[in-house]
């Protein structure tokens, strides 16, 4: 617990002196013609869905404030409640947030055994937002080119490697332009929360029941800010800052310093089990065996594949869920002892995923790099991430480097760009909404869970304690899956917000 009040107390003084990011005019719902009701049938082969998942599209306006003009299709997914009529309550759409995530696999989730008395309750309904996998989608780059490795990535990049960078962000924005054209610029949340609402209709729901994860938290919120009226129930799983002035730069910022704070939680594991990895008996030992062996892939790429930045990236999957814990521990304890077979195969890209990556690293920055400004000049990325890199060296920098073409967006883009939505609701105005959220989650801070609760006048919040695994719905803390479970298939919150004992850390042995 310590190390949450030492980063949270670090992050407020380092960010505190950071520049706020300033933002242009305002425009929130619009109206769009009636949707078809959806035509269902059997999925394309492409979605690689069994039998008994249906398919189908639903049709919506590129651009809102020309309804009748150009339309895009929708993917959509369905599998139906299992259980008999008297049980069934309608649809339950999900986001798994990105953005730029692909919910159309969600059908499948019922036939966990945590989803599947709301899966007897609930036609389970996925989709694929605009620009993701067959909707409408963006490409900024040849996926070749966006999965190239092995590459590099220090700490404390020196001034040659920034200017690498900031060439690369200037032309993957100016590919995103030439590729998408002037529809780039209706790619952004606003768009995404009118979408929710064509698919709502076109399902015949007279309102919505929602799960959003992540990003998918936003585009919910922002949706309950439009249609506040068209809400029945929504859960909201680790839970994105709707702040203003937080979309997207300074959330971006504050998420650095969350994730140095589970890149020590996983480090001080590790250690805890010294006598199995030998990484280091102290969590700053552990720190100095990863470094060194990021200093060898700079050297010799592992299998001419995996460099510091695929090291990165793949223990940065550590700091989003425990579930990784064993088995990167191992990877890298067998790497350092002359075996780099293991991380080879954990950390190195597989060409068979380049273009959904390439893709959703397209929508991520289009949405997020449309829906609100950012800074333009490059010594307000410099300094910034300079001074948070200080307390936060783990992800400072490869998170600006993700971001970074947004300092360089298009600028017809730009001028249709909105002030993020001021997210809120009147007291009265929804029903009870239910939000989750780890307390020492490193993608989604705590504080932004706890700024969307006091924003939605009668959400109830769900907390585990000194736990970190980013998305916690139906996951492996019984306590938070009864609340999530009793909510959906009644409607009904804990009277007052609710705290659930951290779930069981994972064992060494289960790598």
Same mark, same amino acid.
């Given at each position: 617990?310590?190390?949450?009040?030492?980063?949270?107390?670090?992050?407020?003084?380092?960010?505190? /002196?950071?520049?706020?990011?300033?933002?242009?005019?305002?425009?929130?719902?619009?109206?769009?013609?009636?949707?078809?009701?959806? %035509?269902?049938?059997?999925?394309?082969?492409?979605?690689?869905?069994?039998?008994?998942? =249906?398919?189908?599209?639903?049709?919506?306006?590129?651009?809102?404030?020309?309804?009748?003009?150009?339309?895009?299709?929708?993917?959509?997914?369905?599998?139906?409640?299992?259980?008999?009529?008297?049980?069934? *309550?309608?649809?339950?759409?999900? +986001?798994?947030?990105?953005?730029?995530?692909?919910?159309?696999?969600?059908?499948?989730?019922?036939?966990?055994?945590?989803?599947?008395?709301?899966?007897?309750?609930?036609?389970?309904?996925?989709?694929? $937002?605009?620009?993701?996998?067959?909707?409408?989608?963006?490409?900024?780059?040849?996926?070749?080119?966006?999965?190239?490795?092995?590459?590099?990535?220090?700490?404390?990049? %020196?001034?040659?490697?920034?200017?690498?960078?900031?060439?690369?962000?200037?032309?993957?924005?100016?590919?995103?332009?030439?590729?998408?054209?002037?529809?780039? *610029?209706?790619?952004? /949340?606003?768009?995404?929360?009118?979408?929710?609402?064509?698919?709502?209709?076109?399902?015949?729901?007279?309102?919505?029941?929602?799960?959003?994860?992540?990003?998918?938290?936003?585009?919910?919120?922002?949706?309950?800010?439009?249609?506040?009226?068209?809400?029945?129930?929504?859960?909201?799983?680790?839970?994105?800052?709707?702040?203003?002035?937080?979309?997207?730069?300074? +959330?971006?910022?504050?998420?650095?310093?969350?994730?140095?704070?589970?890149?020590?939680?996983?480090?001080?594991?590790?250690?805890?089990?010294?006598?199995?990895?030998?990484?280091?008996?102290?969590? =700053?030992?552990?720190?100095?065996?990863?470094?060194?062996?990021?200093?060898?892939?700079?050297?010799?790429?592992?299998?001419?594949?995996?460099?510091?930045?695929?090291?990165?990236?793949?223990?940065?999957?550590?700091?989003?869920?425990?579930?990784?814990?064993?088995?990167?521990?191992?990877?890298?304890?067998?790497?350092?002892?002359?075996?780099?077979?293991?991380?080879?195969?954990?950390?190195?890209?597989?060409?068979?995923?380049?273009?959904?990556?390439?893709?959703?690293?397209?929508?991520?920055?289009?949405?997020?790099?449309?829906?609100?400004?950012?800074?333009?000049?490059?010594?307000?990325?410099?300094?910034?991430?300079?001074?948070?890199?200080?307390?936060?060296?783990?992800?400072?920098?490869?998170?600006?480097?993700?971001?970074? $073409?947004?300092?360089?967006?298009?600028?017809?883009?730009?001028?249709?760009?909105?002030?993020?939505?001021?997210?809120?609701?009147?007291?009265?105005?929804? $029903?009870?909404?239910?939000?989750?959220?780890?307390?020492?989650?490193?993608?989604?801070?705590?504080?932004?869970?706890?700024?969307?609760?006091?924003?939605?006048?009668?959400?109830?919040?769900?907390?585990?304690?000194?736990?970190?695994?980013?998305?916690?719905?139906? %996951?492996?803390?019984?306590?938070? +899956?009864?609340?999530?479970?009793?909510?959906?298939?009644?409607?009904?919150?804990?009277?007052?917000?609710?705290?659930?004992?951290?779930?069981?850390?994972?064992?060494?042995?289960? =790598?």
């Amino acid at each position: 617990m310590k190390s949450v009040a030492l980063f949270g107390t670090i992050g407020s003084l380092v960010l505190g /002196t950071l520049a706020a990011a300033p933002a242009d005019g305002a425009e929130t719902g619009l109206p769009a013609p009636a949707p078809k009701k959806i %035509s269902w049938g059997r999925c394309a082969p492409v979605e690689h869905l069994p039998a008994g998942v =249906e398919c189908g599209k639903v049709r919506v306006p590129l651009d809102y404030a020309h309804p009748e003009g150009k339309q895009i299709d929708l993917t959509v997914s369905r599998r139906r409640a299992t259980g008999p009529a008297r049980e069934r *309550q309608g649809a339950l759409l999900y +986001n798994p947030g990105g953005p730029g995530g692909s919910a159309m696999a969600f059908p499948m989730y019922g036939e966990l055994p945590e989803w599947r008395r709301t899966a007897r309750a609930y036609d389970f309904v996925g989709y694929a $937002p605009r620009g993701v996998g067959r909707s409408a989608p963006l490409s900024c780059e040849d996926p070749e080119q966006s999965s190239k490795a092995p590459s590099d990535s220090p700490v404390h990049p %020196s001034e040659r490697f920034k200017q690498q960078k900031l060439k690369e962000a200037r032309e993957y924005a100016e590919g995103c332009a030439r590729r998408a054209g002037p529809a780039l *610029q209706h790619y952004n /949340t606003l768009n995404n929360a009118r979408d929710l609402e064509m698919l709502r209709a076109a399902l015949g729901e007279k309102k919505l029941t929602f799960m959003g994860a992540s990003y998918g938290t936003y585009l919910g919120a922002v949706y309950a800010t439009l249609y506040p009226g068209h809400v029945r129930r929504m859960v909201f799983d680790s839970v994105v800052n709707p702040a203003p002035d937080h979309i997207w730069y300074r +959330n971006n910022l504050e998420q650095n310093i969350a994730f140095e704070g589970r890149w020590l939680d996983w480090r001080t594991w590790v250690a805890k089990h010294h006598k199995r990895y030998r990484l280091g008996t102290t969590a =700053e030992a552990v720190g100095k065996s990863y470094y060194r062996a990021a200093a060898q892939l700079r050297r010799k790429p592992a299998g001419g594949k995996v460099g510091p930045a695929q090291l990165q990236s793949a223990f940065l999957m550590a700091g989003y869920s425990d579930h990784y814990w064993p088995i990167r521990a191992a990877a890298l304890s067998k790497y350092l002892k002359g075996n780099p077979k293991p991380l080879i195969a954990q950390a190195a890209p597989d060409p068979a995923d380049a273009a959904s990556k390439e893709n959703g690293d397209a929508v991520y920055s289009a949405v997020e790099c449309n829906d609100a400004d950012w800074p333009r000049d490059w010594a307000t990325w410099d300094r910034d991430n300079t001074i948070v890199s200080q307390v936060a060296p783990f992800e400072t920098w490869d998170n600006a480097w993700m971001n970074l $073409p947004c300092a360089f967006w298009p600028r017809p883009a730009r001028a249709m760009q909105q002030r993020p939505l001021d997210v809120r609701t009147a007291p009265g105005a929804l $029903p009870p909404v239910l939000l989750l959220a780890a307390e020492r989650d490193g993608a989604t801070p705590y504080a932004g869970a706890q700024e969307l609760h006091r924003r939605l006048a009668g959400s109830t919040l769900v907390t585990e304690r000194d736990a970190g695994t980013h998305g916690i719905a139906f %996951s492996e803390n019984d306590c938070v +899956n009864k609340y999530t479970e009793d909510y959906l298939l009644t409607g009904r919150v804990p009277a007052r917000d609710a705290f659930c004992k951290p779930h069981k850390e994972p064992e060494p042995g289960e =790598e």
